[in-house]
């Protein structure tokens, strides 16, 4: 398995510019997250999706982003406009609720998309 | 307000010592936690977890004790080496049967040679 895909790696723009990033999810996996880590906060939840439905988005931060889960294998997160404080690593990451180690369904996360906008 | 907190950003390690980083929580209703191992330029990778009804976990070099009178967690890694350096983020499971995963800001564990 490939594990979870996450496109772009790097991405650098210019603020007031629309930034899409891209996720693939593990085959088979019915839960997928998006998570933003920064230096202040840390490793945030963003949004997450079970069997493409958005369950939870209280963390999104405001309008300017949207999530979307079209099918099983492809989710996106949209920012538009981008803003300079927008600049942190987007993670993606999905699961498998029948899957689990000590009784904890476990995360498998992407390599992440860097995001920079200047 | 941060409801998992890792306090200390960084620690370094001689090898062949063992590593402890800590963990503090606020909310009581969490069921699990989690560790995961970060290295530059990847995602996050599942270490250990432990459920909130016991208070020891062990895998190889890695155990996981909790304290839930004392809201605290901690990772003791015997003997640390030097590929266990990379950074380490405590998780705490919400409850139910798939909440999300909240996470501390990371500890970057340098292990010397």
């Known amino acids: 398995d490939a594990g979870v895909i996450q496109s772009p790696r790097h991405e650098v723009t210019e603020m007031g510019q629309e930034v899409t990033l891209r996720c693939k999810p593990i085959?088979?996996?019915?839960?997928l997250f998006w998570y933003r880590q920064t230096m202040m906060r840390g490793l945030e939840l963003l949004i997450y999706f079970n069997n493409n439905v958005p369950i939870d988005d209280s963390g999104m931060p405001e309008d300017r982003f949207s999530a979307k889960m079209p099918n099983a294998s492809f989710s996106t997160l949209k920012i538009q406009p981008s803003e300079p404080r927008d600049s942190a690593v987007y993670f993606c990451a999905s699961s498998f609720r029948g899957q689990t180690f000590s009784g904890a369904n476990v995360l498998t996360f992407g390599a992440g998309s860097r995001l920079t906008v200047l | 307000d941060q409801q998992v907190k890792q306090n200390s950003p960084s620690l370094s390690v001689q090898e062949g010592r063992i590593s402890i980083l800590n963990c503090d929580y606020t909310?009581?209703?969490?069921?699990?936690f989690l560790w995961y191992k970060k290295y530059p330029a990847e995602g996050p990778t599942f270490l250990i977890s432990i459920s909130s009804i016991k208070d020891k976990n062990e895998d190889g070099r890695f155990t996981v004790f909790l304290n839930k009178s004392a809201k605290h967690l901690s990772l003791h890694i015997v003997p640390s080496q030097p590929g266990d350096s990379a950074v380490y983020f405590c998780a705490a499971r919400g409850g139910g049967s798939q909440g999300n995963l909240i996470f501390g800001k990371g500890t970057k564990l340098s292990v010397k040679p």
């Open positions: 909310n009581s209703m969490f069921d699990y």
């Open positions: 085959s088979g996996h019915d839960y």
